[in-house]
Protein backbone atom coordinates (compact mmCIF):
# COMPACT_ATOMS: atom_id res chain seq x y z
CA UNK A 1 0.00 0.00 0.00
CA UNK A 2 3.10 2.05 1.05
CA UNK A 3 4.19 1.57 -2.34
CA UNK A 4 1.49 2.68 -4.21
CA UNK A 5 1.33 5.71 -2.46
CA UNK A 6 4.75 6.70 -3.56
CA UNK A 7 4.12 5.84 -6.82
CA UNK A 8 1.04 8.26 -7.14
CA UNK A 9 2.16 10.65 -4.73
CA UNK A 10 3.73 13.23 -7.31
CA UNK A 11 0.25 12.96 -9.63
CA UNK A 12 -1.81 14.16 -6.80
CA UNK A 13 0.58 16.94 -5.42
CA UNK A 14 0.25 17.94 -9.41
CA UNK A 15 -3.49 18.25 -9.28
CA UNK A 16 -3.99 19.80 -6.17
CA UNK A 17 -1.78 22.12 -7.12
CA UNK A 18 -3.51 23.17 -10.32
CA UNK A 19 -6.67 22.84 -8.27
CA UNK A 20 -5.36 25.53 -5.96
CA UNK A 21 -4.65 27.54 -9.25
CA UNK A 22 -7.97 27.46 -10.59
CA UNK A 23 -9.12 28.54 -7.69
CA UNK A 24 -6.93 31.36 -7.34
CA UNK A 25 -7.85 32.35 -10.43
CA UNK A 26 -11.22 32.61 -9.87
CA UNK A 27 -11.21 34.70 -6.44
CA UNK A 28 -9.41 36.87 -8.67
CA UNK A 29 -11.87 37.55 -11.32
CA UNK A 30 -14.30 38.47 -8.76
CA UNK A 31 -11.75 40.99 -7.64
CA UNK A 32 -11.60 40.19 -4.32
CA UNK A 33 -8.44 41.41 -2.67
CA UNK A 34 -8.76 39.05 0.70
CA UNK A 35 -7.18 36.81 -1.86
CA UNK A 36 -4.21 38.56 -2.64
CA UNK A 37 -1.71 37.21 -0.12
CA UNK A 38 -3.01 33.90 -0.80
CA UNK A 39 -2.29 34.91 -5.24
CA UNK A 40 1.07 35.52 -3.57
CA UNK A 41 1.84 32.68 -2.31
CA UNK A 42 0.38 30.46 -4.73
CA UNK A 43 2.31 31.81 -7.27
CA UNK A 44 5.76 31.77 -5.21
CA UNK A 45 4.90 27.78 -4.67
CA UNK A 46 3.48 27.10 -8.38
CA UNK A 47 6.56 29.42 -10.30
CA UNK A 48 8.86 26.88 -9.50
CA UNK A 49 7.23 24.22 -11.08
CA UNK A 50 6.29 26.37 -13.50
CA UNK A 51 9.71 27.15 -14.39
CA UNK A 52 10.92 23.48 -14.33
CA UNK A 53 8.09 22.34 -16.72
CA UNK A 54 9.05 25.51 -18.79
CA UNK A 55 12.58 24.28 -18.70
CA UNK A 56 11.80 20.80 -19.35
CA UNK A 57 10.19 21.08 -22.39
CA UNK A 58 12.78 23.81 -24.31
CA UNK A 59 15.46 21.02 -23.28
CA UNK A 60 12.67 18.20 -24.72
CA UNK A 61 12.57 20.40 -28.17
CA UNK A 62 16.46 21.00 -27.95
CA UNK A 63 16.99 17.39 -27.66
CA UNK A 64 14.68 16.76 -30.41
CA UNK A 65 16.28 19.54 -33.11
CA UNK A 66 19.70 18.05 -32.59
CA UNK A 67 18.59 14.36 -32.88
CA UNK A 68 16.86 15.10 -36.15
CA UNK A 69 19.54 17.14 -37.40
CA UNK A 70 22.04 14.30 -36.09
CA UNK A 71 19.74 12.21 -38.05
CA UNK A 72 19.92 14.50 -41.03
CA UNK A 73 24.37 14.65 -40.95
CA UNK A 74 24.19 10.52 -40.74
CA UNK A 75 22.16 10.57 -44.38
CA UNK A 76 24.48 13.05 -45.83
CA UNK A 77 27.64 11.36 -44.53
CA UNK A 78 25.95 8.11 -45.95
CA UNK A 79 25.20 9.78 -49.52
CA UNK A 80 28.74 10.78 -49.31
CA UNK A 81 30.54 7.56 -48.59
CA UNK A 82 28.23 5.99 -51.06
CA UNK A 83 29.11 8.83 -54.15
CA UNK A 84 33.14 8.74 -52.62
CA UNK A 85 32.96 4.53 -52.99
CA UNK A 86 31.11 5.11 -56.27
CA UNK A 87 33.74 7.49 -57.49
CA UNK A 88 36.56 5.28 -56.76
CA UNK A 89 34.99 2.58 -58.36
CA UNK A 90 34.76 4.27 -61.60
CA UNK A 91 38.40 5.95 -61.17
CA UNK A 92 39.71 2.09 -60.95
CA UNK A 93 38.13 0.89 -63.79
CA UNK A 94 39.43 4.17 -65.61
CA UNK A 95 42.70 3.35 -64.92
CA UNK A 96 42.32 -0.74 -65.80
CA UNK A 97 40.82 0.77 -68.88
CA UNK A 98 43.52 3.28 -69.64
CA UNK A 99 46.62 0.60 -68.75
CA UNK A 100 44.86 -2.27 -70.93
CA UNK A 101 45.22 0.64 -74.23
CA UNK A 102 48.61 1.41 -73.27
CA UNK A 103 49.27 -3.05 -73.25
CA UNK A 104 47.24 -3.41 -76.30
CA UNK A 105 49.26 -0.38 -77.92
CA UNK A 106 52.49 -2.28 -77.24
CA UNK A 107 50.82 -5.55 -78.33
CA UNK A 108 50.16 -3.74 -81.76
CA UNK A 109 54.09 -1.92 -81.81
CA UNK A 110 55.05 -5.28 -82.87
CA UNK A 111 57.20 -5.56 -86.19
CA UNK A 112 55.14 -5.92 -89.28
CA UNK A 113 52.02 -6.31 -88.12
CA UNK A 114 50.80 -4.86 -91.28
CA UNK A 115 52.01 -7.35 -93.61
CA UNK A 116 51.40 -10.52 -90.57
CA UNK A 117 48.33 -11.69 -89.89
CA UNK A 118 46.97 -11.99 -86.12
CA UNK A 119 44.10 -11.96 -84.00
CA UNK A 120 44.72 -10.08 -80.73
CA UNK A 121 43.33 -12.06 -77.44
CA UNK A 122 42.79 -11.92 -73.63
CA UNK A 123 43.99 -14.16 -71.14
CA UNK A 124 41.00 -15.61 -69.03
CA UNK A 125 42.68 -18.61 -66.99
CA UNK A 126 45.48 -20.11 -66.12
CA UNK A 127 46.70 -23.25 -64.62
CA UNK A 128 46.72 -23.01 -60.92
CA UNK A 129 48.15 -26.39 -59.78
CA UNK A 130 51.95 -25.33 -60.63
CA UNK A 131 52.14 -28.68 -62.38
CA UNK A 132 51.86 -27.64 -65.81
CA UNK A 133 52.61 -24.27 -67.44
CA UNK A 134 49.66 -23.04 -69.71
CA UNK A 135 47.03 -19.97 -70.61
CA UNK A 136 43.87 -19.92 -71.99
CA UNK A 137 42.55 -17.64 -74.65
CA UNK A 138 39.27 -15.92 -75.33
CA UNK A 139 40.12 -16.39 -79.15
CA UNK A 140 39.05 -19.81 -80.90
CA UNK A 141 38.40 -21.24 -84.24
CA UNK A 142 35.44 -18.80 -84.71
CA UNK A 143 38.22 -15.99 -84.24
CA UNK A 144 40.53 -18.36 -87.06
CA UNK A 145 42.48 -19.98 -84.32
CA UNK A 146 43.72 -23.25 -85.15
CA UNK A 147 46.49 -25.39 -82.96
CA UNK A 148 50.26 -24.83 -83.12
CA UNK A 149 49.70 -21.01 -84.20
CA UNK A 150 52.39 -19.51 -81.77
CA UNK A 151 51.62 -16.39 -79.25
CA UNK A 152 53.53 -13.77 -78.19
CA UNK A 153 53.89 -10.28 -77.35
CA UNK A 154 55.80 -7.52 -78.17
CA UNK A 155 58.51 -8.59 -75.62
CA UNK A 156 59.22 -12.34 -76.81
CA UNK A 157 57.95 -15.58 -77.60
CA UNK A 158 54.98 -17.25 -74.99
CA UNK A 159 53.88 -20.59 -76.57
CA UNK A 160 51.86 -22.43 -78.75
CA UNK A 161 47.72 -22.82 -79.32
CA UNK A 162 47.30 -26.61 -78.13
CA UNK A 163 43.65 -26.69 -77.50
CA UNK A 164 40.71 -25.03 -79.64
CA UNK A 165 37.20 -24.45 -79.17
CA UNK A 166 34.99 -22.00 -80.64
CA UNK A 167 35.25 -19.15 -78.53
CA UNK A 168 38.88 -20.04 -76.37
CA UNK A 169 41.88 -21.78 -77.26
CA UNK A 170 44.89 -23.39 -74.52
CA UNK A 171 48.16 -22.23 -75.10
CA UNK A 172 51.01 -23.97 -73.61
CA UNK A 173 53.79 -21.68 -72.30
CA UNK A 174 57.35 -21.95 -73.61
CA UNK A 175 58.45 -22.78 -69.85
CA UNK A 176 56.42 -26.02 -69.65
CA UNK A 177 58.21 -29.07 -69.67
CA UNK A 178 56.36 -30.08 -72.33
CA UNK A 179 57.71 -27.52 -74.78
CA UNK A 180 60.46 -27.23 -76.81
CA UNK A 181 61.70 -24.44 -79.86
CA UNK A 182 64.37 -24.50 -82.15
CA UNK A 183 66.28 -21.58 -81.70
CA UNK A 184 69.52 -19.47 -82.56
CA UNK A 185 71.61 -17.01 -80.51
CA UNK A 186 71.60 -13.96 -82.16
CA UNK A 187 75.02 -12.63 -82.67
CA UNK A 188 76.71 -15.72 -82.11
CA UNK A 189 74.40 -17.90 -84.28
CA UNK A 190 75.05 -20.51 -82.35
CA UNK A 191 71.90 -23.58 -82.57
CA UNK A 192 70.37 -24.78 -79.51
CA UNK A 193 67.06 -25.69 -78.40
CA UNK A 194 64.96 -24.42 -75.80
CA UNK A 195 63.61 -26.28 -73.54
CA UNK A 196 60.90 -26.08 -71.03
CA UNK A 197 61.49 -27.35 -67.48
CA UNK A 198 58.55 -25.70 -65.53
CA UNK A 199 60.21 -23.38 -64.15
CA UNK A 200 60.48 -19.35 -64.77
CA UNK A 201 63.92 -19.85 -67.13
CA UNK A 202 64.23 -22.22 -70.07
CA UNK A 203 67.16 -25.04 -70.67
CA UNK A 204 69.44 -24.13 -73.57
CA UNK A 205 70.17 -27.78 -75.08
CA UNK A 206 72.67 -29.25 -77.24
CA UNK A 207 74.40 -26.11 -77.33
CA UNK A 208 78.13 -27.24 -78.63
CA UNK A 209 81.10 -27.26 -76.75
CA UNK A 210 82.25 -24.37 -79.13
CA UNK A 211 79.47 -22.43 -79.32
CA UNK A 212 80.60 -18.79 -78.85
CA UNK A 213 77.92 -17.28 -76.89
CA UNK A 214 78.13 -14.48 -74.30
CA UNK A 215 76.02 -14.12 -71.31
CA UNK A 216 72.76 -12.14 -71.67
CA UNK A 217 72.86 -12.76 -75.22
CA UNK A 218 69.28 -13.11 -77.23
CA UNK A 219 67.82 -15.92 -78.50
CA UNK A 220 65.78 -16.20 -80.79
CA UNK A 221 63.29 -18.96 -82.83
CA UNK A 222 65.32 -20.53 -85.73
CA UNK A 223 61.95 -21.05 -87.79
CA UNK A 224 62.61 -24.88 -87.94
CA UNK A 225 60.34 -27.29 -86.37
CA UNK A 226 57.57 -26.11 -88.57
CA UNK A 227 55.36 -24.41 -85.80
CA UNK A 228 57.22 -20.72 -84.97
CA UNK A 229 58.68 -18.33 -87.70
CA UNK A 230 61.64 -17.59 -88.18
CA UNK A 231 62.90 -14.64 -85.96
CA UNK A 232 60.62 -14.82 -82.75
CA UNK A 233 62.16 -13.68 -79.49
CA UNK A 234 62.73 -15.80 -77.22
CA UNK A 235 64.90 -14.62 -74.18
CA UNK A 236 68.21 -14.40 -73.09
CA UNK A 237 70.96 -16.78 -72.21
CA UNK A 238 71.70 -16.63 -68.98
CA UNK A 239 74.11 -19.20 -66.25
CA UNK A 240 76.41 -20.25 -68.97
CA UNK A 241 79.06 -23.11 -67.71
CA UNK A 242 81.40 -24.71 -69.48
CA UNK A 243 82.68 -27.93 -68.35
CA UNK A 244 86.16 -29.88 -70.42
CA UNK A 245 85.09 -33.16 -70.55
CA UNK A 246 81.14 -32.17 -71.87
CA UNK A 247 79.96 -31.90 -75.29
CA UNK A 248 77.83 -29.24 -74.26
CA UNK A 249 77.56 -26.09 -73.12
CA UNK A 250 75.30 -25.66 -70.02
CA UNK A 251 73.01 -22.18 -70.31
CA UNK A 252 69.94 -21.23 -69.33
CA UNK A 253 67.09 -19.00 -70.86
CA UNK A 254 65.60 -16.24 -69.71
CA UNK A 255 62.05 -15.20 -71.18
CA UNK A 256 62.15 -11.76 -72.04
CA UNK A 257 57.92 -11.36 -72.09
CA UNK A 258 56.84 -11.82 -68.33
CA UNK A 259 54.71 -15.05 -68.86
CA UNK A 260 53.43 -14.78 -65.15
CA UNK A 261 51.94 -11.53 -65.79
CA UNK A 262 51.00 -11.30 -69.81
CA UNK A 263 46.88 -10.54 -69.92
CA UNK A 264 46.89 -9.98 -73.60
CA UNK A 265 48.88 -11.47 -76.44
CA UNK A 266 48.81 -12.15 -79.98
CA UNK A 267 47.91 -14.96 -81.84
CA UNK A 268 50.25 -15.24 -84.72
CA UNK A 269 48.51 -16.74 -88.22
CA UNK A 270 51.63 -16.17 -90.38
CA UNK A 271 53.02 -19.55 -91.93
CA UNK A 272 56.74 -21.58 -89.85
CA UNK A 273 58.51 -20.65 -92.84
CA UNK A 274 57.67 -16.73 -92.55
CA UNK A 275 60.31 -14.82 -91.08
CA UNK A 276 60.80 -11.82 -88.52
CA UNK A 277 64.00 -10.18 -88.64
CA UNK A 278 66.24 -10.11 -85.82
CA UNK A 279 66.60 -5.83 -86.20
CA UNK A 280 62.89 -5.08 -85.54
CA UNK A 281 62.65 -6.61 -82.12
CA UNK A 282 63.19 -3.01 -79.90
Not at 28 to 47: C, F, G, M, P, Q
Not at 124 to 139: A, E, Q, S, Y
Not at 204 to 215: G, I, M
Not at 220 to 226: A, K, N, P, R, V
Amino acid sequence: MGDLFRKYLNAVMVIILVVFTFALLLANLRKDSSTDILERAAVAIVAPFQNLAGWTVGKVFAVWDSYLYLVNVKDENQRLRLAVDRLAFENTLLTERFKSYQRIEELLAFPRLDTLPFEAARVIGRDTTGRVRMIFLNKGSAHGVARDMPALTHRGLVGRVTLVSATACKVLLITDVRSAVDAVAQESRDAMVASGANRDTLEARYLLANAQVAEGERVLSSGLGGVYPKGLLIGALTGIRREDDSLFVEARIRPTADLDRIEETLILKAAPQEAIAPEEWR
